[in-house]
């Protein structure tokens, strides 16, 4: 060969070298010679093997499925007062699971959760507070300011025990006597079954009550007695009915 051919081969081989290294991933060209004999299809058996351990391989959604059933999960915490609601729960842990949620993750989304319902109980007690103050505004207003609403509401209180009284003789007789504690005794004490349905329900509030409660006291003597069944003979059946026992 040459000196020409031999310069020419060199240059060849190092602007190949160049290319490659710039290029990165550009193959390099393979001269097939003619005379050689043709080797075995070394793609084909790779390709076999290739695929045979991709089949073997573990699917994708099979580990996440395992890995969800996998998680479990110990007692969620809860802020003091609340108590996490069981059919919610029942809910959310296998949306936590089908999400991948660890602990901390999970527990995190119940924080979340009893502070909103720490919010939204503390708005509407808020409302309610709200009302109750505008309710009596309204009220003492209506009665000529503090010290007429104190002595009308003094007076109200006949028309309440009255209520008491005559609703509790409604009752099953089991019911017409609940149990307290007094100076650490237990005592058998007269149900108030209007009274409390006034404190449960906030109804005691609504200056419409009142006012009617109210109105039934001025038509009590002062022992509680309807003013209306005095003097008249009344049958005595309905006189227990009114009276009660006592």
Not at 41 to 56: F, R, V
Not at 199 to 204: I, Y
Request: avoid cysteine; proline fraction near 4%.
């Amino acid at each position: 060969m040459s000196v020409e051919a031999n310069e020419a081969a060199q240059e060849t081989t190092e602007a190949a070298g160049n290319e490659s290294t710039l290029a990165g991933s550009a193959p390099a060209e393979t001269v097939v010679d003619p005379n050689a004999e043709a080797a075995p299809n070394a793609d084909t058996g790779t390709k076999q093997d290739t695929e045979g351990a991709e089949g073997d391989a573990p699917k994708e959604g099979d580990a996440d499925e395992g890995a969800q059933e996998a998680v479990e999960y110990s007692d969620f915490q809860m802020q003091d007062g609340f108590e996490l609601d069981e059919a919610v729960l029942g809910e959310a842990v296998p949306v936590f699971k089908e999400l991948g949620f660890s602990q901390e993750q999970a527990q995190g989304i119940v924080d979340l959760y009893s502070k909103l319902q720490g919010e939204t109980l503390n708005t509407a007690v808020t409302q309610q507070q709200a009302q109750v103050e505008t309710w009596t505004k309204q009220i003492k207003d209506d009665w000529g300011g503090e010290e007429g609403f104190n002595s009308k509401l003094k007076e109200a209180a006949k028309g309440v025990d009255y209520g008491d009284k005559y609703l509790r003789e409604l009752l099953p007789e089991d019911q017409r006597t609940v149990k307290v504690e007094v100076n650490g005794k237990e005592q058998s004490v007269p149900a108030t079954p209007f009274r409390d349905a006034l404190n449960e329900t906030g109804a005691g509030n609504h200056p419409a009550i009142i006012k009617f409660v109210h109105s039934v006291s001025q038509m009590l003597s002062e022992d509680g007695v309807p003013a209306s069944a005095r003097g008249t003979a009344q049958p005595k059946d309905t006189a227990s009915r009114w009276y009660g026992n006592s």
